[in-house]
């Protein structure tokens, strides 16, 4: 016989509560709460509000509650890092002219879309008795309601 044979097969450890890996740590609602010395209410209101489901008897990994309980500090540095490149790409197409104030667009928008607006409130008047000249008041009412349709969807855009 040789020794590997004489050898008794070992006993599995029972996992213990500090012995357990990281990967199969799963912990039940009231579990998680005792380990992060918080309450089930908690728990479950941090796990809505990082949109992770939860059902009843269901088991959570030691990271998904980390993330829940304290944020996601990964996610938030890409937030933030985007964040910046964004308004460093808004500064860069600022100073090479790319974009325009406020107060430059609404100054196109006045110089170009006014008379168009003082057109479209003036038509009615106008082109009443052109339109028909045996009724001109039936043309300016029809007139003045295309004219305030118009108006309207102008301003829904």
């Known amino acids: 016989m ?3 044979s004489k050898r008794k097969p070992r006993r599995a450890k029972r996992p213990t509560r500090h012995n357990k890996s990281w990967t199969d740590h799963d912990l039940s609602i009231s ?6 010395h918080s309450t089930p209410e908690t728990i479950r209101r941090r796990l809505r509000a990082a949109e992770i489901t939860h059902t009843e008897g269901k088991r959570y990994s030691i ?5 829940a309980l304290v944020g996601d500090l990964h996610a938030q540095r890409i937030r933030e890092t985007r964040a910046r ?6 500064e860069r197409r600022k100073t090479e002219g790319d ?5 430059e667009a609404r100054s196109v928008i006045r110089q170009y879309l ?9 038509a009615p008047m106008a082109l009443a008795a052109r339109v028909n000249p045996a009724d001109p008041e039936l043309a300016r ?17």
Do not use: C
């Open 63 to 67: 990271y998904v509650l980390h993330t």
């Open 141 to 157: 009412m029809q007139l003045e309601t295309w004219s305030e349709d118009n108006m309207k969807r102008l301003r829904e855009v």
């Open 2 to 4: 040789t020794t590997a």
């Open 99 to 103: 974009l325009v104030t406020m107060e």
């Open 114 to 122: 006014g008379p168009m607006r003082d057109i479209l409130t003036t």
């Open 85 to 90: 490149a964004d308004l460093l790409e808004l």
């Open 31 to 36: 579990e998680a709460a005792k380990e992060f």
